[in-house]
């Protein structure tokens, strides 16, 4: 089993910054892919930016440039770090974690708004 926690979400004006935190428990030795999603009514979910164990990333298109995924595995937690937000980026933030062996796992969400 393994358990994440998000953090970090709030309130921000456009133009500003925001760090998201992942915080993972249990059985984290055996997540190889961790990533984060997000999801607005009305939408699908969508990823935002996944990183592996090998440290590979990858983002969606429209936050290339303006989100930093990156994970620090001393303290088993994940961060995106959000620059230049944009109202259209305002959504419920999760994180996803995968184990070798397929089995998912969820946080519970954070949500960000972006308005002025």
């Known amino acids: 089993q393994v358990q994440l926690v998000e953090s970090g979400g709030g309130l921000v004006q456009p133009g500003g910054s925001l760090r998201l935190s992942c915080a993972a428990s249990?059985?984290?030795?055996?997540?190889?892919?961790m990533g984060w999603y997000r999801h607005t009514p009305g939408k699908m979910r969508e990823l935002v930016a996944s990183?592996?164990?090998?440290?590979?990333?990858n983002y969606t298109e429209a936050v290339k440039g303006r989100f930093t995924i990156s994970r620090d595995n001393a303290k088993d937690t994940m961060y995106l770090q959000m620059d230049s937000l944009k109202p259209e980026d305002t959504a419920d933030y999760y994180c996803?974690?995968?184990?070798?062996?397929?089995?998912?796992?969820w946080g519970q969400g954070t949500q960000v708004t972006v308005s002025s």
């Open positions: 996803k974690g995968i184990e070798y062996g397929g089995t998912a796992y």
């Open positions: 990183i592996d164990s090998s440290g590979n990333v």
């Open positions: 249990g059985r984290v030795f055996n997540i190889y892919y």
